[in-house]
């Protein structure tokens, strides 16, 4: 399993995916953070042009009716569904225009990434570049865990007006934090989340840069990066636990279970012995008792079902074109005056579709776009499941995650990125 030795010479033309990946801690503490991807589509674009004719993969038509269909929803930015509230203003403009620049720049990013050869961007290079991000993703979760108050402007926030700089979207973007305070488990308790924007964002950027780290540091390592890279992954397992984030533990179950029925031979052997292993260890850890808190603790659940349930009937007011954006819901799921609960004097009740990709979708571009975007990852998943290669295993294991993952993660904003970024890897490698 060894992919063609690389070239040694490194392109120009590569440097902004890199910035992007290996540059992602600078862009945090500059405060862009998943908005780096916006400022770097200008770069990308320019590499495009310079290499006219484009060549574009198939399903990229989905995304672009996507963001068609997002353009379209403005129409609906003033309306109001039933039992909703919120006044039209700057707001509800800033977070629209926000979502549909990053739309349009991940767009923009898979065609460059198709589009740079195999000597200007090796695909061994792009995963260990991921894989790069593995570590400061880790490194930031185990930041959460011992220094959850962590936190600080930055030059961003400092500059933005007050307008802007302190919509709740927007400020969650821009101002750089080690870890989310919450009542999760009756008392307060840290969730990691740096160097990405959520605590959910934090998980399910964990999981899928995890399926690149292992493609990179382990199918294509030597014995000393192996040795390394279960270090690593031991060391994760602190944050990952301590995340309190049940869709990160069901996403990892999932890949194991993926690989152990699409992998044979020695292989499946060899990771049923690890997984056996690392679940002796785990069970005999302290951690243990941490996850045994959390499934006894599902406060969150009456939330999400009330959330769920009033997103999609407000949809059923717009069921093509959506609203454009998020709305905020009338009461929550303990009674019908709106407020903060008394278990979690932070969370009061949340935004329609900010429990998942899909209602997500619901809201802002209606059924018609949830469908759109689910037929994107679906039709990769068809299209590359012969592909048996490490990549193209990995890839197809991400695009299933997608899936897992937009009932209860919203895709914004960095988890898009990666989303997008793992597809653009399948392309380059049935083209190749």
């Known amino acids: 399993m060894r992919l063609p030795d690389a070239p040694t010479t490194r392109s120009r033309a590569a440097w902004p995916i890199a910035a992007l990946l290996v540059g992602y801690p600078v862009w945090w503490a500059l405060g862009f953070g998943g908005l780096a991807v916006i400022v770097l589509a200008f770069p990308m674009a320019y590499v495009l042009w310079r290499r006219r004719p484009i060549r574009v993969p198939r399903g990229l038509g989905l995304w672009a009716l996507l963001l068609a269909g997002y353009v379209v929803s403005a129409l609906m930015l003033t309306e109001m569904p039933p039992d909703t509230y919120g006044e039209f203003g700057a707001g509800r403009i800033i977070g629209y225009v926000m979502r549909l620049a990053l739309y349009l720049s991940l767009m923009v990013m898979v065609l460059y990434l198709g589009n740079l050869t195999e000597r200007e961007l090796p695909q061994l290079r792009l995963v260990r570049m991921l894989g790069v991000l593995f570590l400061t993703t880790v490194a930031g979760g185990l930041l959460g865990v011992l220094f959850p108050s962590f936190a600080f402007t930055s030059p961003l926030e400092r500059v933005l007006p007050g307008w802007i700089g302190g919509n709740p979207f927007v400020q969650n973007l821009i101002h750089p934090t080690a870890a989310q305070i919450q009542k999760v488990l009756g008392h307060a308790s840290p969730r990691p989340e740096a160097p990405f924007e959520w605590a959910n ?42 995340s309190l984030n049940r869709g990160l533990w069901i996403g990892l179950g999932l890949a194991a279970l993926y690989l152990v029925v699409r992998v044979g031979g020695r292989t499946r052997l060899a990771i049923c012995a690890a997984g056996l292993v690392g679940a002796a260890v785990f069970a005999a850890s302290p951690l243990a008792a ?28 717009s069921p093509f074109i959506g609203y454009g954006n998020t709305r905020n819901a009338m009461g929550n799921h303990r009674t019908i005056t709106t407020g903060k609960t008394d278990w979690c004097t932070e969370c009061g009740h949340p935004p329609l579709g900010s429990d998942g990709q899909l209602w997500h979708l619901i809201i802002t571009q209606g059924f018609v776009g949830a469908a759109l975007y689910v037929a994107f990852f679906v039709g990769a998943i068809r299209r590359h499941w012969p592909d048996r290669s490490p990549i193209g295993l990995a890839g197809v294991l991400v695009m299933l995650l997608v899936l897992l993952y937009m009932f209860v993660y919203d895709g914004l904003v960095t988890p898009l990125s990666l989303y997008l970024i793992s597809f653009a890897l399948l392309w380059r490698n049935a083209h190749a």
């Not at 995890?210 to 690593?232: D, S």
């Not at 959390?294 to 659940?301: A, E, F, G, V």
């Not at 009456?302 to 997103?311: G, L, M, P, Y």
């Open 290 to 317: 941490l996850v045994t808190q959390r499934i006894d603790n599902p406060h969150s659940n009456d939330i999400r079902a009330f959330t769920v349930s009033a997103t999609v009937e407000a949809a059923g007011g």
């Open 201 to 242: 964002a934090w998980g399910s950027n964990l999981s899928v840069l995890l399926v690149w780290f292992v493609v990179g540091w382990w199918v294509y390592g030597g014995p000393r990066r192996k040795a390394v890279a279960v270090l690593l992954i031991a060391a994760a397992a602190v944050p990952v636990v301590y």
